[in-house]
């Protein structure tokens, strides 16, 4: 819980955002764990899942992100129950952006904004990179091990972070195809075969790309 809770301090430090919050969900939007910069950050983002309706509850849902610069506006009207706490609170703008790999939905990152307006080209970008990281390091336990992401310098490590997505995508994606399982089941066989030879997720990933691994119901090579 307070790896996530220092992520979301990190997070506030790198974008122009007054609060943060992740969650850790099901596919079907159940809530599991989570972490927030700050004491009402985490009651707002419960409070999401609590009612079923928010901005991070329709972006895990949907898997797509869900940006509102003026919650005062029309759009708020979407969220009778929630908007109004999130007013109270004194937010006005909040910005939901799911964590996920492919088709492999894992939860969500949303930002809190004192003042209204949206997130500018720049700051928008930085967001989803973050979130994409974010997905990776729920992924990859070894990514643990590193620094945290959101206290890298600006632009340090991000086309690594872009290859490691695609390779172990690709390879979620082969491995659905030799072993017959769902996005999901083909991830945890992996990192499962990872695990057992001693090597990290994306190694893997590089070997069943390259087609010199090939896994199968056994997990072996």
Do not use: K
């Amino acid at each position: 819980m307070a790896a996530l809770d220092r992520l979301c301090v990190g997070v506030v430090s790198a974008l122009p955002v007054d609060g943060a919050a992740i969650s850790v969900t099901s596919a079907a939007a159940v809530r599991g764990y989570s972490g927030a910069s700050n004491p009402i950050c985490a009651r707002l983002d419960d409070l999401q899942f609590t009612l079923g309706e928010g901005p991070c509850w329709h972006a895990v849902r949907y898997g797509r992100p869900v940006l509102v610069g003026d919650l005062t506006g029309q759009s708020g009207d979407r969220w009778p129950m929630f908007t109004p706490a999130v007013l109270a609170a004194g937010f006005r703008a909040i910005f939901a952006f799911p964590l996920q790999i492919g088709a492999i939905r894992l939860g969500t990152l949303g930002f809190f904004c004192a003042r209204s307006g949206l997130l500018d080209g720049e700051a928008l970008g930085d967001a989803l990179v973050i979130a994409d990281i974010a997905a990776l390091t729920f992924l990859d336990t070894e990514a643990r091990d590193s620094p945290s992401p959101v206290d890298m310098p600006p632009g340090e490590g991000l086309d690594g972070v872009g290859a490691y997505r695609a390779e172990v995508h690709q390879a979620t994606g082969m491995a659905m195809a030799q072993l017959g399982v769902s996005a999901q089941e083909a991830l945890v066989r992996l990192r499962a075969h990872a695990f057992a030879a001693g090597l990290t997720v994306d190694e893997v990933a590089c070997e069943i790309v390259a087609r010199r691994l090939r896994l199968d119901g056994d997990l072996s090579g």
